[in-house]
Each structure stands twice: as structure tokens, then as C-alpha cells.
């Protein structure tokens, strides 16, 4: 009885709700984009637009070249996060649930008999009966691996979709994995295929027979060892954090907030979002990053600060106010052409982070002020809808719905903190058109699940037209191009 996890996995989710919700969608292609512009690129596809080439990631110009009858479908993040919690509630039914490991995956540990083949097998067949039951397949179809361990489970599920099921056991180790691409495995990106072919592991095959040590070295850390373990079969503990690491939002900009103001009013509004998931969690931050990405231009405008614990919204702005005046500086006297190269993507993370209680009392007034405005404001929005009470610096954003609720790769948001103001309960309809005139609340929605897509997409674009290549860089290298600061009081800094 080595089968101890069953991996629930669900095809597509994203594009299989919005073809769930509207049938006039199901059996064509589908992709969900986050802005109504052939200049973006797909967060998700259906299975029926994969077959055609097109996934997650893929250009919408591209995507209209290989299907022009491709419906393109504005992100509900909101409506995610409801389906997700319906099929939690469906699979619970037949076998209780571990924490998800994201929007579209579930984990079950098994126990006792349930450990045994055939009754594993059952457990999975009565998920996807389950789902039917309450309506939420065949539409959406998932796929459930049974492993040995959490990551082969995981690695089983994606091995047979789409609606696959697919068991690994300890005696099918390791050839059962040998036909797997190294990228096919949980853990390993580009960055890290790239450090395995650097150490001469070109293939899963090799990577299973390496030894431990060589792993750890290969990953330059611990985690290869326990790379090591898990393909063998051996359930990992996961790391447990008494507290997040960091705490921060990004947005792709939309057309129209391509510019400074816009770029401004959205991470102000992205600041003070996180300023009050820092607090629901009674955290301090001690730190400030910011990062800005432009149109045709590769490097970034990069601050990073350094302060005494707050959470306090007033306070963490007027320190964002005053890192973008650099900025304005810069446009200001022509080092940065704010129309050659306008901003396409904002990030802003509150790090160095820890527990409310290590605060003492305030002895600054005006500290003490902002803190109890702070709670005020959580209060008022807790009660009457996020952004029924904001800072003036965020109008704009708010009232265009910018840098909407976004949905983590394995995070499941909290829609009573993140959600957005605008009404959620309009009718169904796909945008014909990336270009089409919407005028909808819920199509004013920006969903940026996957901003790193959209950046890349655009990197790509950027290095066809000039003819460049990529160069590699191992993870935690920094490119060379790029600016990198310690904002200091007094500093005079430099932009590009």
C-alpha cells in the first residue's frame, strides 16, 4: 500500500468556467484574456484552442492567426474563486481535503484501505461522478493523479489530460517517469532546466539517476536533496513560515493607464490593498519595492527602501509618492521619454516583514493618527464593499476598475479583501473582439493572474523585431542592464 495522495486537477479551469457558464462556447475554441487588446497574450485556453497550438501564454495575435474564430474571453477572477469553492465542497463529499494547492488543484492525503489500488481508483471515479452530480461536469473535466507522495501525485495527473486518471506506485519508480520532459515536472522552470543541462542532466531519465548530493549542487541548495526524495517517493514535510515571506501586487497596464499618472494611481491603489492584507494578517513591513517595467525598453526603474515597522496606508504612500518623483524628475527633464517608452507593468511589495506584536506604543502623533485612519478605512470597506471609502491618489484606478482581483499560481484570494466594487452578477457574454467597444462594468475588470505572460509576450515581440536572442542567466542573476538602489534620504539617484 505505497499510494498515500490523490491529486485533483482540473482541466483548463479557467476557459471550461467560462464554458461552462455559457454554452454557446462549449465545443469551440476559447481563450481568457485580461485586457481587449491583440496586444496581450492568453492566460488560459480550452482544451479545444490546444489542440490548435494556442495555451497559456500564447500572443492573441497569434491566437487569432492560427483560429480566427477564436472566442476571446474577458477574466472573472471572482467567478474562479466561486467554482473553486463549489468543487472544493463537491470533492469534500468523497474524500476530505488537504489545503488547495491552488485555484484548479485539490490534494487528498489517503489513509488506511484507502491506500490500496483499487479503492483509491474508486475514490477518484466517485470525485468525477460527484461533479456531474451537482452540475459542475462534464463541462469541466478534471484529471486526479494517486502517487506515493504529494509530487507524484501531482506529476500523475498531468500525465493523462484531459480528463485522465493516472496512478504511479513505488514499483513503477523511476521508469514510469523516464517519458516525461524535464520541464514536465512540479519545480523545475526555465531558469532550472537551464542550471540541470549546465551539470549535464539533459533528461528525466538522467535526472532520476543522479545522486543526491550532485542535485543539492545542481540546485545550490537543500531543495535539490528533497528533489531527490520526492522522486523516489518519499513525502517531503513542507516548510512552514510563521509568517509570509512578503506581501505585494502587480498589474499589467491597460492602454489607457499607460502613462504616469495612470501608472501612478494604480499602485496606489495596488500599495494600499496590500497595506490592508497586512494588516488582517497583524504584520509589519520594513520594506518598500518598487518595480517598473516600459514599452521597448528592457530595463526597469527599480527602488528599494528600508524604514522602521508600520502598517499604516498614509505612511507606506507618501513613501511611494516619493520614490516615483524620481521618476517624474527624470520625465521632466527628458531622460525619460514618457510616450517612446510609457509603462506597461507596476509591482509593488511590502518585504522584511514581522509580527504586529513586536510594536510598541506610537510616540509620533502623526504615526498614531494614520494608524487609527488605517483601521477606520479597513473597518468602513469590511462593512460597506472594498473602495467604498479610498485615498484621493487612487481615484482614477478605482473608478476604472484597474488592477482588479488576480488569482495567484498558489494562492486562493480572499474576495472580502481583494475583490473590486464593480457589480458581478451581469450576464454572460464573450467579447467578439479584442477591440470591441466594452462598456459593461464587469468588462472594465483588469485580471493579470499571469503578468509575467504578458511581459514575456512582449520581451519576445521586442527581441523579433530587433533580432536578438535571449541570453541565459542563472536564477538570482541579475541582468546587467537593469538599476538596482538603496533609496537614501538625500540621495540624488539616476534613471537610466
Not at 479503492?119 to 459542475?136: S, Y
Not at 480528463?163 to 523516464?178: R, Y
Not at 486562493?412 to 457589480?423: C, H, I, M, Q, S
Not at 511581459?455 to 537593469?482: L, M, V
Request: net charge positive; hydrophobic share 40%; aromatic share 6%.
Amino acid at each position: 500500500m505505497t499510494l498515500r495522495c490523490l491529486f485533483v486537477d482540473f482541466d483548463s479551469f479557467f476557459a471550461s468556467v467560462e464554458q461552462h457558464d455559457d454554452p454557446r462556447l462549449r465545443g469551440r475554441p476559447v481563450a481568457v484574456v485580461a485586457v481587449p487588446s491583440d496586444t496581450t497574450c492568453c492566460l488560459a485556453a480550452s482544451q479545444e484552442a490546444k489542440r490548435l497550438g494556442i495555451k497559456t501564454g500564447t500572443g492573441v495575435r497569434e491566437a487569432r492567426e492560427r483560429c480566427p474564430d477564436i472566442a476571446l474571453v474577458l477574466a472573472r477572477p471572482w467567478r474562479y474563486v466561486e467554482m473553486h469553492h463549489a468543487f472544493m465542497a463537491a470533492i469534500g463529499d468523497c474524500i476530505p481535503t488537504e489545503k488547495a494547492a491552488s485555484i484548479d488543484e485539490v490534494p487528498c492525503t489517503l489513509i488506511g484501505r484507502e491506500r490500496q489500488r483499487d479503492n483509491a481508483i474508486a475514490i477518484a471515479r466517485r470525485i468525477k461522478q460527484r461533479l456531474c452530480d451537482v452540475g459542475i461536469g462534464p463541462d469541466m473535466s478534471c484529471s486526479i493523479g494517486i502517487g506515493p507522495n504529494r509530487f507524484l501525485a501531482k506529476t500523475a495527473s498531468d500525465m493523462n489530460k484531459p480528463d485522465g486518471l493516472t496512478v504511479i506506485e513505488q514499483a513503477n519508480l523511476p521508469h514510469a517517469l523516464h517519458g516525461l520532459a524535464l520541464r514536465d515536472l512540479c519545480g523545475i522552470g526555465a531558469s532550472m532546466e537551464q542550471r540541470l543541462l549546465s551539470a549535464g542532466i539533459d533528461s528525466v531519465e538522467r535526472l532520476c539517476a543522479t545522486r543526491r548530493e550532485h542535485l543539492r549542487t545542481a540546485w545550490g541548495s537543500v531543495e535539490g536533496e528533497r528533489f531527490w526524495m520526492q522522486l523516489r517517493g518519499f513525502e517531503v514535510p513542507e516548510r512552514i513560515r510563521e509568517h509570509p515571506a512578503s506581501v505585494g501586487h502587480s498589474h499589467v497596464l491597460g492602454p489607457e493607464l499607460r502613462n504616469f499618472d495612470g501608472m501612478r494611481t494604480v499602485l496606489f491603489k495596488l500599495l494600499a490593498k496590500a497595506a490592508m492584507r497586512l494588516r488582517q494578517g497583524d504584520m509589519l513591513a520594513s520594506g518598500l519595492s518598487l518595480r517598473i517595467r516600459f514599452v521597448g525598453r528592457e530595463q526597469r526603474f527599480e527602488r528599494d527602501l528600508g524604514f522602521a515597522p508600520l502598517d499604516d496606508t498614509p505612511s507606506l504612500l507618501g513613501m511611494l509618492a516619493r520614490m516615483l518623483d524620481t521618476l517624474d524628475r527624470a520625465r521632466a527633464v527628458g531622460r525619460w521619454h514618457e510616450k517612446r517608452h510609457p509603462p506597461l507593468s507596476v509591482a509593488v511589495t511590502l518585504v522584511a516583514l514581522s509580527p504586529a506584536t513586536r510594536l510598541s506604543g506610537e510616540l509620533m502623533p502623526t504615526r498614531a493618527r494614520h494608524r487609527r485612519l488605517s483601521r477606520l478605512l479597513d473597518e468602513i470597506n469590511r462593512k460597506h464593499g472594498n473602495y467604498a471609502l479610498y485615498f484621493g491618489g487612487m481615484h482614477i484606478a478605482v473608478e476604472k476598475d484597474a488592477a482588479p482581483m488576480r488569482i495567484p499560481f498558489q494562492h486562493v484570494p480572499d474576495t472580502r479583501l481583494e475583490g473590486d466594487r464593480a457589480d458581478r452578477r451581469h450576464p454572460i457574454k464573450p467579447a467578439s473582439s479584442p477591440a470591441a467597444e466594452i462598456t459593461d462594468p464587469l468588462y472594465l475588470q483588469r485580471e493579470n493572474q499571469f503578468k509575467v505572460l504578458a511581459e514575456n509576450h512582449h520581451r519576445r515581440q521586442q527581441q523579433n523585431r530587433s533580432g536578438a536572442k535571449p541570453a541565459y542567466r542563472p536564477a538570482g542573476a541579475r541582468p546587467s542592464n537593469t538599476v538596482e538602489s538603496i533609496q537614501r534620504p538625500g540621495e540624488n539617484l539616476s534613471l537610466f
